[in-house]
């Protein structure tokens, strides 16, 4: 890929077990978790007896090996490096297939060595990892840690560290990191141990390159990984009641047939990208799907069966909201559509209990990983929640992951919820009050004609529902008042030249018109195709360096929505030429994090948002080629 990562993912399983280089070089710097706090782990090479840096910066010693390459796939890292004669290939490898739930919750992670003389000589060869006690606290010395070495069978030597209080489930929020459960750094064919490092514990694994290779992997066991409604949860890949370490056992065992998998996966999200929206499209969906992964975690509840929690990630830590999923999903219809379901339950499970006094739907069901209800703002006043949005949301994700492949079963047995939910849409969605909504960075306002769109690809979801369950009666009815408020909406948010308003009441206004996309995928056509068109075209008049606005009330933007409103393109090259601006943002953009939403279309700034599931949105081109969710 041409686009230079921002950050570069390389251990990304879920919010806490998380990885990543935020340097050009792996060597120049140590690694840290996804919100910048050091998660370090060193990689040394000794070359007939001289130790070589390949991870980690100038502390960790040794001569740092010289980088020649990096390539960054949908699911791996490859660095190649050289020194003395010696050419070095490591390849991080995590495999969160999302159409596999066994594998996009497994918490282990690969790194593979290869070796190779470049110079025809024969050179002894070892390879060692060390791992801070960072990984299992929140912060390093944070409490004393217990370690220990462990067997995983047929060769693998483990060491496992962790705290010795394990607070779980107990710290929830934001900028937080795991401080329960134990992290686990394994070796094929190698040995495992520890040692103080100016009081600090780190975990080490080292192996023999006799043969040119060898193979590590990092885990992590959380022990319960979810407090749901007071209920702790385990991960998914433990409902089989195997072991972490029969888990390791099965990766390791497993490791060369997801290698051919990840290669076939990763070429053909390549190829269709780059037929759907050319080179730069591909750059940032390859980037971008490790990420959105990560930021879930996947549990199973007895009642409420599967259960996808997304954390929002350096925003608020938010569990489960309604209008960072809805963006998240295009990623997840393609592979699989069972998750956007597993995204709507706990909602659906807290809107019904009597905890929620509301007639629409919540913003939110916790802060990760405490899902227990509501924490955007105050249940008592509802001029705090965001009514429209969320209703809206939670309709068209249903709809959506039933055109695309899911079951009917969600929607039957939350019908009278949905319904309610569509109704209220009809009640105060054609002009909407004064109400938050997603992107009031600026401030909300009324009228604003987003939320009516909002509402009426909410109302036109009730109705493909309905038809989906076999109510043609009742789905007409949803149909007609969705109709009716498109044409009404249309006349209301004209500005005169063919373009539509930011709100009904302010005519020299605009805002980048996202949520009417879904008439486009799923083939509604409840507004022309010369409206949407007419709409794309007025944008490009306000395009900046790095992309297009919100709207007119300021230069900020975010890399999801224009994903989004490009899909109103004619073609791809107009889709291409539409979020090479975006491309440009992440491939320029000074802060090295995660791939970041919200920023400024002038300066390449980014805002807080980092490492959020919402870049699933980028992918909603690709949803649109493949005509997934036309009806």
């Known amino acids: 890929m041409k686009l230079r990562a921002p950050a570069v993912p390389l251990i990304t399983v879920d919010p806490y077990f998380s990885v990543w280089?935020?340097?050009?070089?792996?060597?120049?710097?140590?690694?840290?978790?996804?919100?910048?706090?050091?998660?370090?782990?060193?990689?040394?090479?000794?070359?007939?007896?001289?130790?070589?840096?390949?991870m980690g910066g100038e502390e960790a010693g040794g001569i740092p090996m010289r980088q020649i390459s990096m390539e960054i796939t949908a699911l791996a890292t490859q660095y190649v490096f050289e020194a003395h004669g010696v050419r070095l290939t490591a390849r991080f490898f995590t495999p969160v297939f999302a159409d596999d739930l066994l594998l996009c919750s497994r918490p282990v992670s690969y790194l593979a060595l290869r070796t190779e003389a470049l110079d025809g000589n024969a050179h002894a060869l070892r390879a060692e990892l060390s791992a801070s006690e960072e990984l299992c606290l929140d912060t390093a010395r944070q409490e004393p840690v217990t370690v220990e070495t462990v067997s995983c069978g047929s060769g693998i030597e483990a060491v496992k560290i962790g705290g010795t209080t394990q607070p779980i489930l107990k710290n929830a929020g934001d900028d937080t990191r795991i401080d329960w459960g134990y992290f686990y750094l394994c070796v094929q064919s190698g040995?495992?141990?520890?040692?103080?490092?100016?009081?600090?514990?780190?975990?080490?694994?080292?192996?023999?390159?006799?043969?040119?290779?060898?193979?590590?992997?990092?885990?992590?066991?959380?022990?319960?990984?979810?407090?749901y409604f007071k209920k702790p949860l385990k991960a998914y890949w433990k409902r089989s009641g195997k072991t972490i370490e029969e888990a390791i056992a099965d990766a390791f065992a497993e490791y060369p047939a997801l290698c051919a998998r990840e290669r076939e996966f990763s070429q053909t999200l390549t190829r269709k990208a780059t037929e759907a929206g050319g080179e730069i499209y591909a750059d940032m969906l390859t980037l971008a799907y490790r990420q959105v992964m990560a930021a879930h975690k996947l549990v199973e509840d007895e009642q409420d069966g599967l259960l996808y929690i997304s954390k929002e990630c350096l925003s608020n830590g938010c569990a489960a909201t309604a209008d960072v999923s809805y963006p998240s999903m295009p990623m997840y219809l393609l592979y699989n559509p069972e998750l956007v379901n597993g995204m709507l339950r706990p909602i659906l499970h807290y809107a019904k209990s009597a905890d929620w006094p509301f007639e629409f739907a919540p913003h939110d069901v916790g802060c990760y990983p405490q899902v227990n209800g509501q924490v955007y703002c105050a249940h008592s006043d509802p001029s705090h929640q965001m009514p429209i949005e969320e209703c809206g949301n939670m309709l068209v994700m249903a709809a959506a992951a039933v055109t695309a492949g899911a079951g009917t079963e969600l929607f039957a047995e939350n019908r009278a919820l949905f319904a309610q939910w569509a109704d209220y849409l009809i009640a105060h969605g054609e002009d909407p009050a004064d109400q938050i909504c997603t992107d009031d960075f600026f401030r909300h306002l009324a009228h604003n004609c987003n939320l009516g769109l909002k509402a009426i690809m909410g109302i036109a979801s009730m109705a493909i529902l309905l038809t989906r369950t076999g109510d043609s009666e009742a789905a007409a009815r949803y149909r007609d008042t969705a109709r009716t408020m498109a044409r009404s909406w249309v006349s209301r948010a004209a500005k005169g030249d063919g373009s539509f308003r930011l709100a009904f009441d302010q005519p020299d206004t605009f805002s980048l018109k996202y949520n009417i996309v879904w008439d486009k995928l799923f083939?509604?056509?409840?507004?022309?195709?010369q409206e949407l068109a007419d709409e794309f075209a007025s944008y490009h008049q306000y395009t900046n360096r790095y992309g297009t606005p919100l709207d007119s009330r300021g230069s900020t933007s975010k890399s999801d929505w224009q994903a989004w409103t490009g899909v109103l393109a004619k073609d791809s090259a107009e889709f291409e030429a539409f979020m090479t601006p975006v491309w440009r943002y992440f491939n320029e953009m000074e802060s090295r994090v995660p791939m970041a939403d919200w920023y400024s279309t002038k300066t390449a700034k980014y805002f807080y948002m980092m490492h959020r599931s919402v870049q699933g949105g980028l992918f909603i081109r690709l949803l649109a080629q493949e005509d997934t969710c036309r009806i």
């Open 21 to 54: 280089s935020c340097r050009d070089t792996l060597n120049e710097a140590a690694t840290c978790h996804w919100t910048g706090h050091c998660n370090t782990i060193n990689g040394m090479l000794w070359i007939d007896g001289e130790q070589y840096r390949f």
């Open 191 to 227: 040995k495992a141990g520890w040692r103080k490092v100016k009081g600090e514990t780190f975990v080490t694994a080292e192996a023999a390159l006799s043969e040119g290779s060898a193979l590590f992997a990092f885990a992590y066991d959380d022990i319960d990984s979810i407090e």
């Open 523 to 529: 083939g509604t056509g409840l507004f022309t195709e």
